[in-house]
C-alpha cells in the first residue's frame, strides 16, 4: 500500500514537471533553439511578460516565470535572442516584479508547451 501511494506521488511529481515550460536554456546558436525570442524595449511591443526567478523552484506553469539553466540537457526550452523582432517566434519583455509575468498575447502559449 505504502509503496503505491509512494509510485503515485512520484509520478504526479514528475507529471507536473513535464506541463511547466519555464526552465530556460539561451543558446548560442541558433540552430540549437527550439524558439527564437526577441527582447522588446517596451511592455506592449511583447507577447509575453517575463520575470527571471533565481531558483529553480520559483517556477510555475507557463505564467512567465523563467529560470535560466546553465546546462541546455536542464531546460524545458532552448531559446535564441535575435537582434530584430520579426526573426522571433516570441517577444518577450523582462518585467522588475513577478507579480507583472504574464501572457499579453495568450495565442503564442503554445510556444513554451
Given at each position: 500500500?505504502?509503496?503505491?501511494?509512494?509510485?503515485?506521488?512520484?509520478?504526479?511529481?514528475?507529471?507536473?514537471?513535464?506541463?511547466?515550460?519555464?526552465?530556460?536554456?539561451?543558446?548560442?546558436?541558433?540552430?540549437?533553439?527550439?524558439?527564437?525570442?526577441?527582447?522588446?524595449?517596451?511592455?506592449?511591443?511583447?507577447?509575453?511578460?517575463?520575470?527571471?526567478?533565481?531558483?529553480?523552484?520559483?517556477?510555475?506553469?507557463?505564467?512567465?516565470?523563467?529560470?535560466?539553466?546553465?546546462?541546455?540537457?536542464q531546460a524545458?526550452?532552448?531559446?535564441?535572442?535575435?537582434?530584430?523582432?520579426?526573426?522571433?517566434?516570441?517577444?518577450?519583455?523582462?518585467?522588475?516584479?513577478?507579480?507583472?509575468?504574464?501572457?499579453?498575447?495568450?495565442?503564442?502559449?503554445?510556444?513554451?508547451?
Amino acid at each position: 500500500m505504502k509503496k503505491t501511494i509512494y509510485l503515485t506521488l512520484l509520478f504526479s511529481i514528475i507529471g507536473v514537471n513535464k506541463i511547466t515550460a519555464q526552465k530556460v536554456f539561451s543558446a548560442a546558436n541558433q540552430n540549437q533553439a527550439s524558439i527564437k525570442v526577441f527582447v522588446a524595449e517596451y511592455e506592449n511591443q511583447a507577447d509575453l511578460k517575463v520575470y527571471k526567478v533565481p531558483y529553480q523552484n520559483q517556477i510555475s506553469k507557463n505564467e512567465g516565470k523563467w529560470y535560466f539553466t546553465q546546462y541546455s540537457n536542464q531546460a524545458d526550452k532552448i531559446v535564441y535572442f535575435v537582434k530584430y523582432s520579426n526573426q522571433a517566434d516570441l517577444k518577450i519583455f523582462f518585467v522588475k516584479y513577478a507579480n507583472q509575468a504574464g501572457w499579453i498575447n495568450k495565442s503564442k502559449m503554445h510556444l513554451l508547451y
